[in-house]
């Protein structure tokens, strides 16, 4: 039961258990019933035990959250929660892949959706939107980004900083650490410049040599004004997360997987219970 929706309520608890990290907590009563004179009684006399009260607690906050709540049906491929789900299907993101850095990518052999890479109590927790690797065992980390945000050129550092950390052994060589990319989906335009695709490029300064150490960050648009060096493919799938038209007119094998996908997710019934109990 999170310990401040008992506050709120006024109800007094013995805290019998607390995850300090949740901020929920285990109670046991006694909780104290107002008569109609004024004075309190203990009830007896328990008003409700500890599980029903907190099982009623949760419920009343499900209710509240789901009461302005966009049904499943409405979203959009921008939204976390779908975009999550749809992504987990690799025939996609091995499409996303291939057409965002066009070349070949022969299997794509793991993917992990809201990968958990906290590693420290005190420390700020990462959770990747979907996670892969393939044959090579170059890693992906795709994440949708519904809203501006101003230090997302750090939260990349800091997200890539995690990937290498978990990949490397000790008493392992810095050479095995494999190529990896932080790919962000935006529907904003993060850098004002009206391009489809944004990509780090990170050289020796005063020189034309370039600083390679297999890190890669890139950032797509999906309110462009101009497909710079963005592929066909890519651009139809902006334009599907822009839209969240369903029935958009598309040609290419991305986007009409990206539209069947989210179809589905959208009718399925097991899907829809995950997004309403979130």
Known sequence: VPLNDLLVLGLPVVAQEWNRQSSHITICTPIWEKQSSGGNKKAGTILQDSRTLGYN???????????????????????????????????????????????????????????????????????????????????????MQGSSQKSIERRVRYYQSGIDRHFLEQGTDYDSLPNSFVIFVCDYDPYGKGFALYERECRIKDTDILYDDGSHALFLNAKYKTPGSASKDIIEFLDYVRTKNDELSVSGELAKTAIKLCKEKKSDSETEARYMTL
């Open 57 to 143: 607690i949760i419920k009343q906050e499900e209710t509240d959250r789901n009461k302005n709540k966009e049904t499943l049906q409405a979203l959009g491929l921008a939204d976390n929660f779908l975009f999550g789900e749809v992504m987990q299907d690799m025939g996609l993101c091995k499409l996303f892949l291939e057409a965002l850095l066009q070349r070949p990518i022969a299997k794509i052999v793991n993917i992990s959706k809201e990968k958990d890479l906290s590693d420290a109590y005190l420390a700020h927790g990462i959770r990747l939107d979907v996670d892969l690797e393939d044959e090579n065992r170059t890693r992906y980390n795709i994440e």
